[in-house]
């Protein structure tokens, strides 16, 4: 069965220091997200994208973040200056066109120290 | 977005059918009503999804109320794999929108 993918799986990184999270969608999906999972919070959308644009962003996904298709198979998430507060499992997620079901990957532990 | 209301934690022993609610009365007429499960140390996993008419799939039954102001995901017979967070997620057809998701119900299943 196809399956989402995400490297790393856990990430230790410096306060301050740039991140890239990949994540490999299904391969005819077309729309993919972020979202995050602070330790003991809810999961929290941050971004979905689409015809290599962003379609929707929420609050959290500020300038420190960009999201980037760069070839056919992967997309990634890119912290920019990673802060304390940013330390959380990120999720990558994709969709495929006229289906209602989003598929996860196993998610990315991000500790910054 | 629509409000939901889950219990926090819900137990039932293996093997036992389990009735899982949810009530989202502030849905809208076209939205679905989606119901993922994320089990420990794993991403969010899709169970099942209804708009009106109560519906069946290999992991689970979702029974929505006639007024759409409730729903019930129904696992038949609960296996100690199913012990997970259920999130119940109305969202506007087209999976392509954002999930927004509550705390959801911590699902225990004992031997």
Redesign the interface.
Known sequence: EPE?TQTPSHQVTQMGQEVILRCVPISNHL?F?W?RQILGQ????LV?F?NNEI??K?EIFDDQFSVERPDGSNFTLKIRSTKLEDSAMY?C?S??VG?????????TRLLVL | DAKTTQPNSMESNEEEPVHLPCNHSTISGTD?I?WYR?LPS?????VI?GLTSNVNNRMASLAIAEDRKSSTLILHRATLRDAAVY?CIPMF???????????GTRLAVHP
């Open positions: 989402v729309y997200y979202y809810k999961v929290e959308f979905s689409y379609s929707e929420s999720f997620a969709t495929g289906e209602e079901t989003q598929y996860f990957g196993p998610g | 679905y989606h994320q794993q991403g969010p996993e899709y999804h999130y057809s087209g999976g392509y929108n954002k999930l927004i998701f509550g705390a």
